[in-house]
């Protein structure tokens, strides 16, 4: 049984850092889409980022790119979330989600490219 825990959640200022971690087991790691997703009160769920485990390519929502960087451990099974200069608007919940195949450049972020899902941590950002 696949399960993806995520942790590293918390509250933090505006302009501080977090690093969220995702913990898979019971999946095959190599070769695969692992993302980060998030989802605000009352909004949708948005894809943040995605990696393709073995060879590290990476993709980026707009809003993120250059504050947050995702990446793969050096553990296995383990894919960290980096977020810096944090801003109100990044407060959600955070969502790490795995696929069974590589990321698709231009479909990454639909939710429909990840099969299994973890339970989501918390980011407050505050002023």
């Known amino acids: 049984q696949v399960q993806l825990v995520e942790s590293g959640g918390g509250s933090v200022q505006a302009g501080g850092s977090l690093t969220l971690s995702c913990a898979a087991s019971?999946?095959?790691?190599?070769?695969?889409?692992m993302g980060w997703f998030r989802q605000a009160p009352g909004q949708e769920r948005e894809g943040v980022a995605a990696?393709?485990?073995?060879?590290?390519?990476?993709d980026y929502a707009d809003s993120v790119k250059d504050r947050f960087t995702i990446s793969q451990g050096n553990a296995k099974n383990t894919v960290y979330l980096q977020m810096n200069s944090l801003k109100l608007e990044d407060t959600a919940m955070y969502y790490c989600?795995?696929?069974?195949?590589?990321?698709?450049?231009?479909?990454?972020?639909?939710?429909?490219?990840?099969?299994?899902w973890g339970q989501g941590t918390q980011v407050t950002v505050s002023s």
């Open positions: 989600a795995a696929g069974l195949s590589s990321c698709d450049r231009y479909h990454w972020s639909r939710e429909y490219r990840y099969n299994y």
């Open positions: 019971g999946y095959t790691y190599t070769s695969k889409c």
């Open positions: 990696i393709s485990t073995g060879r590290g390519s990476t």
